[in-house]
């Protein structure tokens, strides 16, 4: 099946939560595409040559948001990018209006309960990410920031894939299969 125009030179772009699948489903499908890959907080961290915990840490939320925002200003320019944003990043509408300028947005989405065991797969592995809440149960927080989340989430997202029970492989070829159709919300 071939893609529809509008698709194909469009951006693809992965939201959602942390641990969603955003980075190892966006190398895939970069892949497959035969597309340049970024994944935007890593983007950062190469811009400002520090993690992204550090940033958080030293500067504060704010100072990362705003090199975010620039970030997103600069990669929205570029056509047939697949990019995985960060958790965060569809709070500010005028991310979601820039990425949508040029962009298939595919929010994906997981359960809280998946979301925690991967997020405690990654601190094994040594990636720690900064705290969102004050609340040192990571399901709590987790749940009460999707709560939070889920709505702008939903409203940004061209269509949704949930990825608790799916291989990200599994989540590329719904991802290629739905960006062949015209965008709806579940998949």
Partial sequence: MKYKEP?????????????????AVGKILAQKLKRQFVDLDEAIEAQTGSDIKWLVSRKGWGYFRQVERQMIQTLTQNENLVLATGGGVVMDPLNVKDLKANGLLVYLEADARVLTQRMQRDQIS????????DDDD???????????RAPFYLDAGDFIVNTSDRSPEEVVQAVIDHAKMEPFKQA
């Avoid at 990571?138 to 939070?148: D, H, N, S, T």
Wanted: hydrophobic residues 40%; proline residues 6%.
């Fill in 7 to 23: 698709v194909f030179n469009m951006n693809i772009i992965l939201i959602g939560y942390r641990c969603s699948g955003k980075t």
């Fill in 126 to 133: 040594g990636h720690i990410r900064p705290a969102l809440t």
């Fill in 138 to 148: 990571p399901i709590k927080e987790i749940e009460a920031v999707l709560k939070e």
